[in-house]
């Protein structure tokens, strides 16, 4: 008798869940123990024709009888049963590895089971990937590309139209007499530009970043800007202090008109999607920093005001082009990142 192929089992799993063959009617053990029944009862009869005075003894008693009986029955039954107990251990062992190998095989072919439904679920999240990363590019190529026509802007080019729209100046009263104390030299400067006023928001990329630090000198002279990059300044310093830079992250592109609306006072879920900072490390850090620390939260809440009040007035002279390269600034993927934590887009 062979014991069940568990190589053979293993590649085929349905074999392992066939019926287990039962072993043959008569085996060795079988033809054995008839072997030694009929030797017992030749012995037994050999005695009984061979020793002197068993033929001629007297008569049986009962008892006699029955002992006889018991001495030739008793070594046959014995035999028998330790056969049939042989038989029933090899059958059980059978059985045992027979359902064995078949676990083995259910357990194989679960785990191949497992590993295609992995492999169709990673390919579907691939693909759900893919689907993403495209919408987020046309989203980009949209928010990036789009532009309108502005006809209240009267300068010729981008480079050289004012970023910020001048204040008008108080209304003086006809009784009060205007002093003569000359023109202030901030009205006599030239505007800062919009190519200059989003390069300086970038701030210089290195030391040897020439173009950079002039528009960042440019930029300075103007008080409203000045306030709004000294304090991005320090909110850039303090997260750099966390290992955080906003060059690490990529934000998802919001359209200009969102922007538009956010600047013109509008809030909710409608705008959320200015928030588009997605690194759950950098959230989760600065969202620690501001609960504990005072001097971050402080610097933080400012450059907010600070973003939002000269946002304001670039919004109303720039073209959407214009916002959208303003929104990829380093200046505002701190806005987008502390806008979020603080709540600023609900």
């Given at each position: 008798?062979?014991?069940?192929?568990?190589?053979?089992?293993?590649?085929?799993?349905?074999?392992?869940?066939?019926?287990?063959?039962?072993?043959?009617?008569?085996?060795?053990?079988?033809?054995?123990?008839?072997?030694?029944?009929?030797?017992?009862?030749?012995?037994?009869?050999?005695?009984?024709?061979?020793?002197?005075?068993?033929?001629?003894?007297?008569?049986?008693?009962?008892?006699?009888?029955?002992?006889?009986?018991?001495?030739?029955?008793?070594?046959?039954?014995?035999?028998?049963?330790?056969?049939?107990?042989?038989?029933?251990?090899?059958?059980?062992?059978?059985?045992?590895?027979?359902?064995?190998?078949?676990?083995?095989?259910?357990?194989?072919?679960?785990?191949?089971?497992?590993?295609?439904?992995?492999?169709?679920?990673?390919?579907?999240?691939?693909?759900?990937?893919?689907?993403?990363?495209?919408?987020?590019?046309?989203?980009?190529?949209?928010?990036?590309?789009?532009?309108?026509?502005?006809?209240?802007?009267?300068?010729?080019?981008?480079?050289?139209?004012?970023?910020?729209?001048?204040?008008?100046?108080?209304?003086?009263?006809?009784?009060?007499?205007?002093?003569?104390?000359?023109?202030?030299?901030?009205?006599?400067?030239?505007?800062?530009?919009?190519?200059?006023?989003?390069?300086?928001?970038q701030f210089p990329d290195n030391?040897?970043?020439?173009?950079?630090?002039?528009?960042?000198?440019?930029?300075?002279?103007?008080?409203?800007?000045?306030?709004?990059?000294?304090?991005?300044?320090?909110?850039?310093?303090?997260?750099?202090?966390?290992?955080?830079?906003?060059?690490?992250?990529?934000?998802?592109?919001?359209?200009?008109?969102?922007?538009?609306?956010?600047?013109?006072?509008?809030r909710g879920r409608e705008i959320?999607?200015?928030?588009?900072?997605?690194?759950?490390?950098?959230?989760?850090?600065?969202?620690?920093?501001?609960?504990?620390?005072?001097?971050?939260?402080?610097?933080?809440?400012?450059?907010?005001?600070?973003?939002?009040?000269?946002?304001?007035?670039?919004?109303?002279?720039?073209?959407?082009?214009?916002?959208?390269?303003?929104?990829?600034?380093?200046?505002?993927?701190?806005?987008?990142?502390?806008?979020?934590?603080?709540?600023?887009?609900?």
């Open positions: 008798m062979g014991e069940p192929n568990a190589e053979s089992n293993l590649s085929d799993p349905g074999a392992a869940l066939r019926p287990v063959p039962r072993i043959a009617a008569r085996g060795r053990g079988e033809w054995g123990a008839l072997a030694l029944s009929l030797a017992w009862l030749g012995l037994v009869g050999a005695f009984w024709w061979f020793v002197p005075g068993a033929e001629g003894a007297g008569g049986f008693s009962a008892a006699s009888v029955v002992m006889t009986v018991v001495g030739i029955v008793l070594p046959v039954v014995m035999i028998w049963m330790a056969t049939i107990m042989a038989r029933t251990a090899r059958e059980m062992r059978a059985e045992a590895q027979a359902l064995k190998t078949s676990l083995e095989a259910m357990r194989v072919a679960f785990a191949n089971q497992s590993q295609m439904r992995s492999g169709a679920g990673q390919a579907l999240e691939k693909k759900l990937d893919e689907v993403a990363i495209a919408a987020r590019q046309a989203e980009t190529a949209l928010a990036t590309f789009s532009s309108r026509r502005d006809h209240g802007v009267v300068q010729p080019s981008a480079d050289r139209k004012a970023a910020l729209v001048a204040p008008r100046p108080a209304p003086v009263a006809d009784d009060q007499p205007a002093l003569a104390l000359g023109t202030p030299a901030e009205e006599l400067a030239e505007p800062v530009s919009v190519a200059d006023f989003i390069r300086a928001m030391a040897e970043d020439k173009e950079g630090f002039r528009a960042l000198r440019r930029a300075l002279e103007d008080r409203t800007m000045a306030k709004l990059l000294r304090a991005a300044q320090d909110v850039l310093n303090l997260l750099a202090q966390d290992g955080i830079y906003m060059d690490d992250l990529k934000p998802d592109r919001a359209r200009p008109e969102l922007w538009r609306r956010f600047a013109k006072g509008e959320a999607a200015l928030g588009g900072v997605r690194d759950r490390s950098s959230l989760a850090l600065t969202a620690g920093r501001m609960r504990t620390d005072t001097i971050f939260r402080d610097a933080a809440h400012h450059f907010l005001r600070q973003f939002d009040r000269t946002f304001t007035d670039f919004e109303q002279n720039a073209t959407d082009q214009d916002v959208a390269e303003l929104a990829d600034t380093r200046t505002a993927r701190a806005f987008m990142l502390l806008g979020r934590v603080t709540g600023t887009f609900d």
